[in-house]
């Protein structure tokens, strides 16, 4: 079964500096990778999803990731980031293969931006 | 468009009582999977429903439980409650398949 690590359980950055939040998975087949973020109190949103063709993918907000098959990473980028960008970031992964999968998700990624 | 949506917001329940939480779909979404999310965790996995069944399940006791309904709708039961399922319950909707999910805003349990 795949599984995901995010390197950092916390980064804080500076506003208006770039941020790059790490995750990596493990599968032993083709995957579907996905990051989400949560703001205090909610749900989940959906920030960029990895399903096939580009390695580069954008999203929301700003944010974009990049798909490594080689390394097995998708790692999140910001080249400037805004105090409203404060949240938890999660990275998650979904069997290619599979008709009904459920979707692994990552510890989280504390994203702390300071004036 | 309404999204996902959950009920109630806030819960408390005592030590072996019995919950039922509630969702429905983002319009047009036929597939609701309901994820555990502990303080300071990621979310796991419970279970997800299409066509009024069961499809996939996760590493969770049989004192989860759910049903899907015929508009589907879904509800997620907890039997028999302990301390360690205080949790934020959340329900997400998709198309049948490995897909993006949309989550709803979540419902807060706490068990005392």
């Known amino acids: 079964a795949q599984s995901v690590t995010q390197l950092d359980s916390q980064v804080p950055v500076f506003e208006e500096a770039p941020v790059e939040l790490r995750c990596n998975y493990s599968?032993?087949?083709?995957?579907?990778l996905f990051w989400y973020v949560q703001y205090p109190n909610q749900g989940l949103q959906l920030l960029l999803k990895?399903?096939?063709?580009?390695?580069l993918v954008k999203g929301i907000n700003g944010f974009e990731a990049e798909f490594n098959k080689s390394q097995t990473s998708f790692h999140l980028r910001k080249p400037s980031v805004h105090i409203s960008d404060t949240a938890e970031y999660f990275c998650?992964?979904?069997?290619?293969?599979?008709?009904?999968?459920?979707?692994?998700f990552g510890a989280g990624t504390r994203l702390t931006v300071k004036p | 468009d309404a999204g996902v949506t959950q009920s109630p917001t806030h819960l408390i329940k005592t030590r072996g009582q019995q919950v039922t939480l509630r969702c429905s779909p983002k319009?047009?979404?036929?597939?609701v999977s309901w994820y555990q999310q502990a303080l300071g965790q990621g979310p796991q996995f419970i279970f997800q429903?299409?066509?009024?069944?069961?499809?996939q399940r996760g590493n969770f006791p049989d004192r989860f439980s759910g049903h899907q309904f015929p508009n589907y709708s879904s509800e997620l039961n907890v039997n028999a409650l302990l301390l360690g399922d205080s949790a934020l319950y959340l329900c997400?909707?998709?198309?049948?398949?490995?897909?993006?999910?949309?989550f709803g805003p979540g419902t807060r349990l706490t068990v005392t």
């Open positions: 997400a909707s998709s198309l049948a398949g490995p897909r993006e999910q949309y």
């Open positions: 599968s032993s087949v083709s995957v579907y």
């Open positions: 990895y399903l096939s063709g580009s390695t």
């Open positions: 998650a992964v979904s069997d290619l293969l599979m008709v009904w999968d459920d979707m692994r």
């Open positions: 319009s047009g979404h036929d597939t």
């Open positions: 429903y299409y066509e009024e069944e069961e499809r």
